[in-house]
């Protein structure tokens, strides 16, 4: 789930897997709050209004496990794990939607990650940095302890060397 960081109290949700029956998704819903009055004892708030938006583009593939920002007025899907083996190089690409027109591009990035993952750490920085760590290899199933930065302005992915001691390998 990703703040729109808009005055309207706005929330996008990208995807994920429903159960019991195991579906993917890659719809896309915008969760508006304003209405919303906290600190009540109800069991359901009233006041949320939950719309599906029609998108279009370039879509990404549906996944679960996968990082969601908003960085100015789009939001960036990256990673997960895809229910097929073979659409993973899809979840190694950065997915920029614009808010504007509702419309998907695919973005390569420079220098990507070696390999796809999911259920990793990941955190904006500096206005326009997103760091990435640890996951598991969406292919090996090896869990990952590397740390990667995403240049927000040019998409260019970079490894930095941590010295010292190093978090082991985790995932969320």
Not at 55 to 71: F, L, N, Q, S, Y
Request: include cysteine; charge should be negative; aromatic fraction near 12%.
């Amino acid at each position: 789930m990703c703040d729109i960081g808009n005055a309207y109290k706005e929330k996008l949700v990208f995807g994920g897997v429903t159960l019991p029956d195991n579906s993917y998704l890659n719809d896309v819903w915008l969760i508006n709050y304003s209405n919303v009055t906290f600190g009540s004892a109800l069991s359901e708030i009233p006041g949320t209004v939950c719309t599906p938006k029609k998108t279009k583009g370039d879509i990404p593939i549906a996944r679960k496990a996968h990082g969601a920002i908003v960085a100015g007025k789009s939001m960036l899907v990256y990673g997960g794990k895809t229910l097929k083996d073979e659409d993973e190089e899809d979840v190694n690409w950065i997915h920029q939607l614009t808010f504007e027109n509702w419309t998907w591009k695919k973005i390569s990035g420079i220098a990507r990650p070696k390999t796809s993952r999911a259920f990793f750490s990941y955190c904006p920085f500096e206005d326009n940095k997103l760091m990435i760590f640890g996951g598991i290899d969406n292919l090996s199933g090896k869990c990952l302890n590397d740390t990667y930065i995403l240049d927000l302005d040019d998409y260019h992915w970079s490894c930095p060397f941590i010295a010292g001691n190093v978090p082991g390998s985790r995932y969320n």
